[in-house]
């Protein structure tokens, strides 16, 4: 919980991208094997070709809901999205890191857990 | 910013860790070279062993301040501090994790930078 006397933040959003991978045959899958890090290279350099410079996107180890992903946090707010495509990162950029907003279709819930491959 | 209807935190505590790791011979040195790995995975045995449950400690990859490295920031709270030893990362355990407050000798500011090795 924030304190009144802590820093201002360091970054206005701080995007985690789950870039963890594992063995194809692995159960659980990862959110590398589902195509993870060319989506997050094309958001972290859509965020520099817009000139956005309060935010940083970043990757992550295993955020622990694999079954889910690829999945992404932004925090502060701590607002977990699921994505698969370009289309999908591009309304996560337009939407919720430009204007605020949210992108209801891709958010998930706290009841969301991972599940295995079967 | 967070939104009256944002789901609730789906950890109270995520906790990330830079892991990255440059050659030695890099002028920025790098929070792996400097030490995080095992104490990240002391920090994580730790909580485990304690049984807090409602937080996870995460690593990732570069944070941009790697000259105060090594370095973690604690969300939602946007709280960052730099750590040496397994006597910094135990009081931010106690203090921070555990008890809400703040380690004041360990915590950056929003002013300091990274600096080059010489």
Not at 1 to 20: A, E, G, K, Q, W
Not at 60 to 80: F, K, N, Q
């Amino acid at each position: 919980m924030s304190l009144v006397s802590d820093p201002p933040l360091y970054y206005r959003l701080h995007v985690f991208i789950c870039t963890n991978r594992r063995p194809d045959d692995n159960r659980r899958g990862s959110c590398a094997g589902r195509g993870s890090e060319p989506l997050r290279e094309y958001l972290k350099d859509a965020t520099r070709a817009m000139g956005l410079k309060d935010l940083r996107i970043n990757s992550a180890g295993c955020l622990d809901r694999c079954g889910l992903g690829p999945v992404m946090v932004i925090y502060p707010e701590g607002v977990w999205y699921s994505f698969h495509s370009i289309e999908d990162i591009d309304e996560i950029l337009q939407t919720h890191i430009v204007k605020g907003g949210r992108v209801r279709r891709l958010m998930l819930d706290q009841g969301d857990q991972p599940v295995l491959i079967a």
